[in-house]
């Protein structure tokens, strides 16, 4: 599992608690710890995922980044 499957299985938990009348942010959080739980990964990092910011910056300094 990558980065980009960890992300569209959060957005989609979410999208699917958002239909059944959570808020946004709560929806957001309950989709990360179902993430984190099903796929054994801290939510610390699943957090940190779902919070990144790509910038141009980040290009750059690709060589120390890592997931």
Request: proline letters at 0%; hydrophobic letters at 40%.
């Amino acid at each position: 599992m990558d980065i980009f499957d960890v992300l569209t299985a959060i957005s989609k938990r979410k999208k699917a608690f958002m239909c059944s009348g959570i808020n946004e942010h709560d929806a957001l959080i309950k989709a990360q710890v179902d993430v984190s739980k099903e796929y054994h990964i801290s939510l610390s990092d699943i957090k940190w995922l779902a919070g990144r910011e790509f910038r141009n910056s980040d290009h750059r300094h690709s060589s120390s980044f890592s997931v």
